[in-house]
């Protein structure tokens, strides 16, 4: 039976180009591939035939003799029984992944840079209100000597005579080809003979650089903030990475942040918390006053509305939560005693209205050993 005509069966004309090849026999290995057409002969003979037809037409010797001789042409430079594919699984996608990863063609591969992240230590006040930090980090840039060629100016790199420029070379392991960047050359596709001498041959310096970080108010730990191509450069023209500023607040001595609220213990005496009061406290805005009912208990909290965090995101601002934490005089004189033991005396027989906590409390222990 007569084989089918190769640009026929990939859909091409033959004057197609050799992306244009590739995008055909592409998208008919994803058609038919086994492993979507399981227990499908039809499908598993058409996938062996546009693979076949695309070993050829990818190789520009072997479509050159396919044109003029036809079949018999590539049966010939094949030792005359018929067509054999060296290639394996790597062959059937190994383009795909080049287009993704970059390179694999003539004049090897080229990365974008690495992306860098920085660690910015902020105190509440400089998170809660934004500011414009000034940092110093270390990044390897372009060679401004070889213009980031890795060559000795004057020279130029040679074509790696391992990989002929591809950047890749294919082992073969078993029943598969493997594709991997070359040793040689590390993927670049090219060579150094005579490399520069102030970045020897690495095509970057490592320098450092001063960057002006504005801060945006309410920021938090673990927010990031991009700079886009300010990360380590890129190889062979690719783009540079990006920087990664990652915040870190400290901790403060008054307050303790939750999301857009922020939480203080406000020590009181024992006086204002019987009798009441009005106390200052300290805020991110300034100081404000705390009104104290009388009767309040050691942890009762109280709530100052918009004293909070504004949110970076919603624009939505938190509020202040104080806890009262009731002091207990210490080192008293002998006429204090004198007073607090009479006041002591005062409240016999009345706890269940002056102390109704103690009372209950003590109530609950009565039933427990009942």
């Known amino acids: 039976m007569a084989k089918q005509d190769y640009y026929d069966l990939l859909g091409v004309s033959r004057t197609a180009t050799e992306a244009e090849i590739k995008k ?39 479509r050159a003799a396919y044109d003029q001789f036809g079949h018999a042409g590539v049966d010939n430079s094949s030792g005359g029984g018929g067509f054999r594919s060296s ?7 190994g383009d795909v992944f080049n287009d ?56 130029q790199p040679v074509t790696c005579t391992t990989c002929g420029g591809h950047g890749q070379v294919r082992i073969q392991q078993g029943f598969f080809t493997v594709q991997q960047a070359c040793p040689h050359c590390r993927g670049t596709g090219q060579m150094i003979q005579d490399p ?47 920087l990664y ?33 009005e106390l200052q406290v300290p805020t991110l805005q300034g100081k404000a006053v705390l009104k104290v009912p009388e009767g309040t208990q050691t942890g009762q909290q109280f709530k100052m509305r918009g004293k909070g965090v504004k949110s970076v995101r919603t624009g939505e601002v938190g509020d202040l939560m104080c806890r009262v934490i009731i002091e207990t005089p210490v080192k008293l004189s002998k006429k204090q005693k004198e007073l607090l033991q009479e006041f002591a005396e005062t409240m016999e027989g009345s706890g269940a209205t002056h102390s109704p906590k103690h009372e209950s409390w003590l109530d609950a222990v009565k039933r427990f050993f009942e």
Request: aromatic content about 6%.
């Open 100 to 155: 993704i990863f970059g390179g694999g063609g003539p004049g090897g591969q080229s990365f974008r840079g690495a992306d860098l992240r920085y660690r910015l230590d902020l105190t509440l006040e400089e998170a809660v209100a934004g500011t414009t930090a000034k940092i110093r980090i270390p990044v390897n840039v372009e060679c401004k000597t070889c213009d980031g060629s890795g060559a000795k100016p004057g020279t």
């Open 24 to 62: 055909a026999y592409r998208r008919m290995a994803m058609k038919y591939h086994p492993d979507r057409n399981p227990d499908d002969a039809t499908a598993e003979a058409r996938f062996k035939e546009a693979k076949e037809a695309y070993e050829i037409l990818s190789d520009s010797q072997k």
């Open 87 to 93: 290639g394996g699984f790597s062959d059937i996608f």
């Open 196 to 242: 520069c001498h102030d970045c020897h041959g690495q095509g970057v310096v490592q320098e450092h650089k001063t960057l002006s970080v504005k801060v945006p108010a309410g920021v938090n730990t673990g927010d990031r903030i991009r700079l886009a191509g300010e990360g380590e450069a890129g190889s062979r023209g690719a783009p540079a990475g990006d």
């Open 245 to 277: 500023v990652e915040v870190a607040v400290k901790r403060h001595d008054v307050f303790t942040r939750d999301g857009n609220n922020l939480f203080a213990d406000v020590p009181i005496s024992f006086t204002t918390a019987c009798l009441g009061g």
